[in-house]
């Protein structure tokens, strides 16, 4: 079966970390490109980082220096570590990706593929 599985999301307070993880299964499996997605209520999706296949990285500006990006391709699995968590980090998490081997950027609209998301939410 085909699928994006997230997990790590939970509650924090302000200057908290997180980490969230991104299974892949099935033929998503392949080592695709791989974004995080966020989306707050009332906003629109943010591209807040994505990896390419060659493991470069690239990073939203509102979490470069705070947010990492990384994966593990014998565990098919994508990682964020997310420090110094703020309550304009609150949204709701996706992984996914784009099964074309194109490079990932930071237009969520050209992921075809999702996971259900994992929520995320920062007290002050």
């Known amino acids: 079966q085909d699928e994006l599985a997230e997990s790590g999301g939970g509650s924090v307070e302000a200057g908290g970390s997180l980490r969230l993880s991104c299974a892949a299964s099935?033929?998503?499996?392949?080592?695709?490109?791989m974004g995080w997605i966020r989306q707050a209520p009332g906003k629109e999706r943010e591209v807040v980082a994505h990896i390419d296949t060659d493991d470069d990285t690239t990073y939203a500006d509102s979490v470069k220096g705070r947010f990492t990006i990384s994966r593990d391709n014998a565990k098919n699995t994508v990682y964020l570590q997310m420090n110094n968590l703020g309550p304009e980090d609150t949204a709701k998490y996706y992984c996914a990706t784009r099964d074309d081997w194109m490079s990932c950027n930071s237009n969520f609209e050209n992921y075809n593929f999702w996971g259900q998301g994992t929520q995320v939410t920062v007290s002050s």
């Open positions: 099935g033929y998503i499996a392949k080592g695709y490109c």
